[in-house]
Nanobody, 125 residues
Framework: QVQVKESGGGLVQAGGSLRLSCTVF????????MAWFRQVSGKEREGVGC???????DYVDSVKGRFTISQDNTKNTLYLQMNSLKPEDTAMYYC???????????????????WGQGTQVTVSS
């Protein structure tokens, strides 16, 4: 049974940093691609980035250069390091997994069967 759990969200001032963590149980990163999504209430869930076979892909232009995805294979943990946070980064952030050995070219929520419950990130002005 696969379980996905995110943590690390919270309230931070604009310009600050947060690191989100996603621990996955029941699989290894050698078998699954992992991704970060975020969603603002009333808007569609968008893919932030993905990592598979140690290769990361950024999907949202607004976070490039500020957000970094990494993983710890030993712990089966995915990270999202968020720097220079902006108020528009405020969203619920979700971790997701898909049984592919690489990231899909189009990061859609429907491509990911395993999801965490989300962790809220709020950036104040």
């Amino acid at each position: 049974q696969v379980q996905v759990k995110e943590s690390g969200g919270g309230l931070v001032q604009a310009g600050g940093s947060l690191r989100l963590s996603c621990t996955v149980f029941g699989l290894t990163f050698e078998d699954y691609a992992m991704a970060w999504f975020r969603q603002v209430s009333g808007k569609e869930r968008e893919g932030v980035g993905c990592i598979g076979w140690g290769t990361t892909i950024d999907y949202v232009d607004s976070v490039k250069g500020r957000f970094t995805i990494s993983q710890d294979n030993t712990k089966n943990t995915l990270y999202l390091q968020m720097n220079s946070l902006k108020p528009e980064d405020t969203a619920m952030y979700y971790c997701a997994a898909v049984p592919f050995d690489h990231c899909p070219p189009v990061l859609r929520p429907t491509n990911f069967p395993y999801w965490g419950q989300g962790t809220q990130v709020t950036v104040s002005s």
